[in-house]
């Protein structure tokens, strides 16, 4: 078995799973905001057995054909594919979604807002939720963040969990593990060879409600 079908697989099992944890909902909506290669899209809609609608969103258009050809060739009617915005807002109305998720979208290398988009994509999390609706986050790189006074600095868990409860969110505790999958699509670590599955780097998920 390749590192792709692992992926599939994960996709299938693990995956799925976590989705059908944080989300008890018939029929949902879902954003996967920053979705790359679809990993989490793919989870959700296996995750309902596709009784679901998830939207996949990011600013590369060849993330959205990869996800495009692979839903075709999997049977997988219910993921949408949209282009994100450089602004890292969202172009959906007040109270669309179920759950959104943001897998390693937070971290300090950012142009537009200097490291601060997350306090953007936050606002946007909050007003296209649902009333209770879930935010699924995965971060990354925790030691590359930036303060709210744009300086680099060494993020928790802890502390990002209280800076997203202030912005009207309500943490849930969980002991969740994601996966980041930036290596398996990465030319340059398949060119370098050794990217294996269990390689790859996993981390919490912190799981949020939206406050009412």
């Known amino acids: 078995m390749n590192i792709f079908d692992e992926v599939n697989n994960w996709e299938k099992t693990e995956g799925a799973e976590i989705i059908a944890s944080i989300l008890?909902?018939?029929d949902p909506v879902i954003l996967d905001y920053g979705c790359g290669a679809g990993n989490y899209s793919?989870?959700?809609a296996?995750?309902?057995n596709q009784k679901?609608?998830?939207y996949a969103a990011d600013i590369n258009r060849q993330c959205l054909d990869h996800i495009n050809e692979k839903a075709g060739k999997e049977n997988i009617c219910c993921i949408t594919t949209v282009m994100g915005r450089e602004d890292y807002r969202h172009d959906f109305e007040d109270g669309t979604f179920d759950l959104v998720i943001y897998a390693d979208?937070?971290?300090?290398e950012e142009k537009i807002y200097n490291g601060l988009h997350r306090f953007v994509m936050l606002e946007e999390a909050k007003r296209t939720l649902k009333e209770g609706g879930i935010l699924a986050i995965l971060p990354f790189h925790l030691s590359n963040f930036r303060d709210k006074d744009k300086k680099k600095c060494k993020y928790t868990y802890k502390k990002l969990t209280d800076e997203i409860i202030g912005s009207g969110f309500k943490y849930i505790d969980n002991d969740l593990q994601g996966i980041?999958?930036?290596k398996v699509y990465s030319p340059?670590?398949?060119q370098k060879g050794g990217v294996t599955f269990d390689s790859l780097e996993r981390g919490r998920i912190l799981v949020f409600k939206k406050s009412i």
């Open 24 to 26: 008890d909902v018939k």
């Open 42 to 44: 793919f989870a959700s």
């Open 46 to 48: 296996y995750a309902f």
């Open 52 to 54: 679901c609608k998830v």
């Open 105 to 108: 979208m937070f971290h300090g």
């Open 180 to 182: 980041h999958f930036e």
């Open 188 to 190: 340059y670590y398949l």
